[in-house]
């Protein structure tokens, strides 16, 4: 597949994705309101139930976004053969660590690859290197748009597996700033350039 | 400084903020008319009026908030809880710092804000004659169902009411002062409060120029329209993803263990940051094939996703509702 082909299919892809994690939160407001005709459920172990639930029903999403994530970003930093085994691999892995280690750790698992290729990504991307291509032109939006994947990536593995650690809220402060300061250089690289230079 | 002085400020809000809110009104079906006919007939001159009752009905909504702000500064200086010393709270909560988007206040601070954004756009006289019809419609339903002026503040001045009749005697001081500490500390004098709210509300104005621009991209395919949408998009975007997230830390604080992962407007909000991520990515590939019409079909749905998340707190129970099941 041509580059420019392979962009656009993982925009779509990624458009796709993005949309039917939306209708799991649409299923989730419909079910909440169904079950909230009783009265007191959320104190009972019916609530836990549902989180599991709807957990179980996001998961599947998430790794599916995580993977085009990785997909979309270091386009460059392997070859395109390379870049969608190394995927399918780490789908493959995902998929029998979800059914013999559970899903928690199945997504923790994929986050943690993505989020050391987001990481790597980010630091060729401050080099300049040749090796990352991006959709956007301009350094700063390159930075900006790595530093977004990156924020969004860090974000969703503190929400997934760190909910308990002691660095939880220090490491969700990181995660958004990453993914303010990512969103403010993407959209606004000229003023953000300017900004930089004074 | 005390009750007497409270009720006086509110007096004085609501006998100032009545007509100001009537003429809102009346101006805003004037600019729906003008609005109307200019797009039915394109005269120029039914142009002219409709911006002219923009900058009117503008002036007037910033000249409320300023009533607003008065209000609310009033209420900080005269209202003052005195813990029962046994209870051994802390001073800092013992003053309203009420925010300005709380109650009936927040569609009122919306509808401002977009009427500030819509006199930022250029040009497109179509565009903003819709945006127009819009705003008269949003003016009507801050008039009919969310007039901050009406009565001020209900709850909060249930909650100053009741502290009062407490302590001349009516009520139990000691339960109403513990429920007051938690209102104040955790909801009107929070930071989050103060920073949560507002960031969304903006977003939400300056995404509701983004809709009307995919309105008209979907009819008209004409480039102007998808860079107008795009440039209100991305403040909105930036505002919408920090306002969310900054509610996440303030959720730990407030409501700790209480019921509220997975909560309908938690979820809701997720779904319509997803879908205006989704658009922005469509947006990419706007000119190749049939793209341009996902993309404004997308900024379309998301709008809808927003009224509906922002209505969710009307018609669904949870944490963050006013209805219960």
């Known amino acids: 597949m041509k580059l420019k082909n392979y962009d656009y299919f993982l925009v779509v892809l990624t458009t796709a994705i993005l949309f039917a994690i939306g ?69 493959a892995v995902t998929v029998i660590l979800t059914y013999s280690l559970g899903m928690e750790t199945a997504v923790g698992f994929i986050l943690a690859v993505i989020t050391g290729i987001q990481g790597i990504v980010l630091i060729l991307t401050f080099k300049k290197s040749r090796a990352v291509r991006f959709e956007k032109e301009g350094h ?29 809220i220090m490491i969700f402060w990181a995660g958004t700033i990453l993914v303010t300061a990512g969103n403010l250089f993407s959209f606004f690289p000229g003023r953000v350039g300017s900004l930089l230079k004074r | ?38 797009l039915r007939g394109k005269h120029d001159r039914y142009y002219e009026y409709l ?59 919306w509808a401002m804000v977009a009427s500030v954004f819509a006199l930022t756009i250029k040009g497109r006289k179509e565009l903003l004659s819709f945006l127009g019809i819009i705003l008269s419609v949003f003016s009507s339903v801050v008039f009919f169902f969310s007039n901050p002026f009406k009565e001020p503040l209900p709850v909060v001045h249930g909650e100053i009411t009741r502290w009062y009749a407490a302590i001349s005697g009516d009520g139990n001081v000691y339960q109403i002062a513990g429920t007051l500490y938690g209102r104040i500390t955790y909801y ?45 998009a991305k403040p909105g975007y930036i505002l ?15 409501w700790k263990d209480a019921a509220w992962w997975w909560d309908p407007k938690i979820s809701g909000s997720i779904m319509m940051w997803v879908l205006y991520s989704a658009y922005l990515h469509a947006r990419i590939y706007v000119e190749r094939g049939k793209l341009w019409r996902t993309t404004a079909l997308l900024g379309v749905l998301c709008f809808v996703t927003l009224v509906f998340t922002y209505l969710l707190t009307y018609i669904v129970p949870g944490i963050h509702s006013v209805v219960q099941p």
């Open chain 2, 188 to 232: 009107y004098n929070s930071t989050y409060m103060w920073t949560h709210p507002p960031m969304l509300f903006i977003a939400y104005a300056s995404l509701i120029i983004t809709f009307a621009a995919c309105v008209f991209m979907l009819f008209r395919r004409i480039r102007d329209y998808d860079e107008i949408a795009y440039r209100y």
């Open chain 2, 1 to 38: 400084m005390g009750f007497a002085q409270y009720l006086a400020a509110r007096e004085f809000a609501s006998n100032t903020g009545q007509p100001l809110i009537t003429y809102i009104f009346i101006i805003a079906m004037l600019q729906l008319i003008f609005a109307i006919m200019f």
């Open chain 1, 140 to 168: 700063i939006a390159r930075i900006g748009s790595s530093m977004l994947h990156l924020g969004i990536v860090v974000l969703i593995f503190n929400f997934v597996t760190l909910r308990e650690n002691q660095l939880h």
């Open chain 2, 51 to 109: 911006i002219k009752c923009l900058y009117i009905c503008t002036g007037l909504y910033l000249v409320g908030f300023i009533v607003i702000i008065f209000f609310h500064i009033q209420i900080y200086n005269t209202v003052l809880i005195e813990y029962p010393a046994g209870l051994q709270l802390p001073v800092e909560s013992n003053r309203f710092a009420v925010p300005l988007w709380i109650e009936s206040e927040k569609l009122y601070f």
């Open chain 1, 23 to 91: 209708i799991v939160c649409v299923y989730g407001i419909t079910y909440y309101n169904y079950l909230a005709s009783v009265p007191g459920w959320t104190e009972t172990a019916r609530y836990l139930q549902f989180i599991n639930d709807m957990n179980s029903y996001l998961y599947p999403f998430l790794v599916l976004l995580l993977i085009s994530l990785g997909l979309c970003i270091p386009k460059r930093l392997f070859e395109q053969d390379i870049l969608v085994k190394i995927s399918a691999l780490a789908l």
């Open chain 2, 240 to 254: 919408l993803t920090a306002g969310m997230l900054i509610g996440y830390p303030w959720a730990i604080e407030a």
